[in-house]
């Protein structure tokens, strides 16, 4: 399991770096990147930092069918996770945090 970052449209917040329990990820050159890949164990904390829904949680086979992966998007005061088979696919399926105390 791990996570890819669409670093061209990253603005280097720095969010993602500051959450990751593991320190996996870093700014290079002002863009996010993650440097030990085999090492996320797919928390998703760094997903849900992201201001602009530019994480990925790439989802191994056995989770995802033909593999998947997950986003997340921050919408009036909650967060909406997002799953997608593949790239291109239509709608999202989406799961929202309602009726959790923390909104997650
Ligand atoms: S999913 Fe968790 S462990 Fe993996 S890079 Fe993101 S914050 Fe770090
Ligand atoms: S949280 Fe998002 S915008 Fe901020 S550094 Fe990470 S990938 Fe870039």
Do not use: H
């Amino acid at each position: 399991m791990t996570i890819e970052i669409d670093s061209l449209n990253c603005s280097g917040c720095g969010n993602c770096a500051e959450i990751c329990p593991g320190g996996l990820i870093s700014l290079v050159d002002g863009k996010a990147a993650i440097l030990r890949p085999e090492d996320c164990w797919g928390c998703a904390a760094c997903l849900k930092e992201c201001p602009d829904s530019l994480v990925s949680l790439r989802l191994p086979p056995a989770l995802g069918g033909r593999g998947g992966f997950l986003k997340c998007r921050r919408e009036a005061g909650r967060l909406l996770w997002l799953y997608f088979q593949g790239p291109g696919d239509g709608e999202p399926l989406v799961v929202d945090g309602e009726g959790r105390e923390d909104g997650y």
